[in-house]
């Protein structure tokens, strides 16, 4: 079946580097794009979304590229904090006919900041 | 503003045993969903409602699990009887639309983690 799935499954960077996190998906009908942040015993949390008629979107130090050619999904963090340091999931959402929102979660990219 | 309620955040029951969640969503999201998150995985729905109606139960194990939204506001995720698989984080999250409503972001309780023993 169709899926969202992720390249890496850990990220390991230095504090103040730049952090790119990979997403596919497979799925073209597909047209709502988010990535979640999830802490150690916690729910996941909302940082940057993207819909299909976009490339790009930007945010605070999170950046959002949607290559719809190649279906791939990438989160760009800037100057990574140990803050960062936590489990990233891309989500898709694909319209279900007349009714959205079928949220459909990737396994997940464990993101290590060395301070 | 609360966020999405959970309860209880921990939970340990005896295999055979049955358990139930219970979820109070964002006021005003009428759009509510009940996923399964197993350790190092991304969660995976289980239940969606649209107000109080079930829009898409096919990934709910229904000879065991059921759920229910009475009113469409809380809701209640029951195992009866609880195996060891099914020892995870179930997460409760809502939504503000639903239908045709543009896509906007999804909002996620602390979850509930249950341990089958």
């Known amino acids: 079946g169709e899926s969202v799935g992720l390249h890496l499954p850990t990220l390991s960077v230095q504090e103040g580097d730049n952090s790119i996190i990979n997403c596919a998906y497979s799925?073209?009908?597909?047209?709502?794009f988010i990535w979640y942040k999830q802490e150690s015993g916690k729910g996941p949390q909302f940082i940057i979304d993207?819909?299909?008629?976009?490339d790009k979107r930007q945010g605070q130090r999170v950046t959002v590229l949607l290559n719809k050619t190649v279906k791939h999904l990438s989160l760009q963090i800037a100057a990574t904090q140990p803050g960062d340091s936590a489990v990233y999931f891309c989500a898709e959402n694909m319209n279900s006919g007349g009714s959205n929102y079928k949220l459909t979660f990737g396994k997940g990219t464990l993101l290590t900041v060395n301070p | 503003e609360a966020g999405v309620v959970q309860s209880p955040r921990y939970k340990i029951i005896e295999k055979k045993q049955p358990v139930a969640f219970w979820c109070n969503p964002i006021?005003?999201?009428?759009?509510l969903y009940w996923y399964r998150q197993n350790l190092g995985q991304g969660p995976e729905l289980l239940i969606r409602?649209?107000?109080?109606?079930?829009?898409?139960d096919s990934q709910l194990p229904k000879d065991r699990f059921s759920a229910e939204r009475l009113k469409g506001v809380d809701s209640t995720l029951k195992i009866q009887p609880a195996e060891l698989g099914d020892s995870a984080v179930y997460l409760c999250a809502s939504i503000l639309g639903g239908g045709d409503t543009m896509n906007t972001e999804a909002f996620f309780g602390q979850g509930t983690r249950l341990t089958v023993v």
């Open positions: 993207i819909r299909s008629n976009m």
């Open positions: 409602y649209e107000n109080e109606e079930a829009v898409d």
């Open positions: 006021s005003g999201h009428n759009t």
């Open positions: 799925n073209s009908a597909s047209d709502y």
